[in-house]
């Protein structure tokens, strides 16, 4: 069966990095696009970052364009958010999550807890 896990969330200081990876399993990893997602408390959950199954094409949310990285290692079916210059606002649960051919994501990770302290 499809199974996504990350890890990698914690706390840190503001201005600080952190490194998030999603190691997926139950399916051919190459053949799919991959997000990053986030879920503050109170607000809806939001696309973070995503990466097309060769790694040649990303999208980012503009509030982390030039801040976050989205890669993959289609070898170790792995996914990871490299995330820099982190703000208090960064705060969230992230999950990873795998979208279907009609652009939908129908499988989610457990989620990893991002804290930024101020």
């Known amino acids: 069966q499809v199974q996504l896990v990350e890890s990698g969330g914690g706390l840190v200081q503001a201005g600080g990095s952190l490194r998030l990876s999603c190691a997926a399993s139950?399916?051919?990893?190459?053949?799919?696009?991959m997000g990053w997602f986030r879920q503050a408390p109170g607000k809806e959950r939001e696309f973070v970052a995503g990466?097309?199954?060769?790694?040649?094409?990303?999208d980012y949310a503009e509030s982390v364009k030039g801040r976050f990285t989205i890669s993959r290692d289609n070898a170790k079916k792995t996914v990871i958010l490299q995330m820099n210059s982190l703000k208090p606002e960064d705060t969230a649960v992230y999950y990873c999550a795998r979208r279907n051919a009609v652009r939908s994501y129908n499988y989610w990770g457990q989620g990893t807890q991002v804290t930024v302290s101020s």
């Open positions: 990466i097309e199954w060769s790694g040649s094409s990303t």
């Open positions: 139950g399916f051919t990893f190459s053949n799919y696009y």
